[in-house]
């Protein structure tokens, strides 16, 4: 009987309690790059294939809840550019990181964090060429934590912006090659011009 009464009294919580929820909105993303999402009560849950180095913007809503707790994240964010990594770079335009849980590279290599407010970066001793996990997003990783979210309310909207960072050489090559276009391109103005 009085197992009963607990298991009453249990189920009566569970069914009353609320629960955050968080509702994917949708992505902007260009070229191939694509965003899954898996979010749900209490998580916010994602994987991103950047087949490019264009941010993505995922934008998501609180729906409803109970927000004593923060909202956990994770995600796996997939390097399909070609390029090495050397970072990835989070920016949400409203709360905050509360905790930074675990980061696993794929292959080896570590990675540190640097986290403040509402941005948080992940920087890699190696350039990473695959994928890195961020929290508990497989379900399966020995000893990860998700990460989580604070400063939310039941109603807001908010967007998270991941940039996938490349090696500081990329952006030299990409600066030299701008650079090439603009001289091919001022020298046919002077040809045409003469």
């Known amino acids: 009987m009085i197992k009963q009464l607990f298991a009453t009294a249990a189920l009566a919580a569970a069914c009353c ?6 509702t994917f909105e949708g992505a902007v993303t260009q070229g191939g790059t694509v965003v899954a999402n898996f979010s749900g009560p209490g998580q916010l849950s994602f994987d ?3 087949a490019n180095l264009a941010p993505a913007v995922l934008r998501f809503r609180v729906d409803a809840g109970d927000l004593a707790s923060p909202i ?10 070609g390029n090495g990594l050397s ?8 709360g905050s990181f509360a905790s930074i849980g675990s980061v696993t590279r794929q292959f080896g290599g570590t990675a540190s964090v640097v986290a403040s407010g509402p941005a948080a970066t992940i920087g890699f001793d190696t ?8 929290g508990d997003a497989l379900g399966s990783t020995a ?13 807001d909207r908010f967007s998270l912006t991941v940039t996938a ?16 276009v603009g001289l091919m391109a001022r020298r046919r103005g002077m040809t045409v011009a003469a």
Not at 17 to 22: D, L
Not at 127 to 134: A, H
Not at 143 to 155: M, N, Q, S
């Open 165 to 180: 960072v490349p090696e500081p050489g990329t952006y030299a090559l990409l600066l030299a090659g701008l650079a090439g």
């Open 48 to 50: 991103i294939d950047f």
């Open 127 to 134: 350039l990473e060429f695959l994928d890195v996990e961020i």
């Open 143 to 155: 000893g990860a934590t998700d990460w989580t979210l604070g400063g939310l309310a039941v109603g």
């Open 72 to 81: 956990a994240l994770d995600a796996v964010l997939r390097n399909l550019t």
């Open 87 to 94: 970072a990835y770079s989070f920016l949400l335009d409203r």
């Open 17 to 22: 309690a609320p629960a955050s929820a968080i």
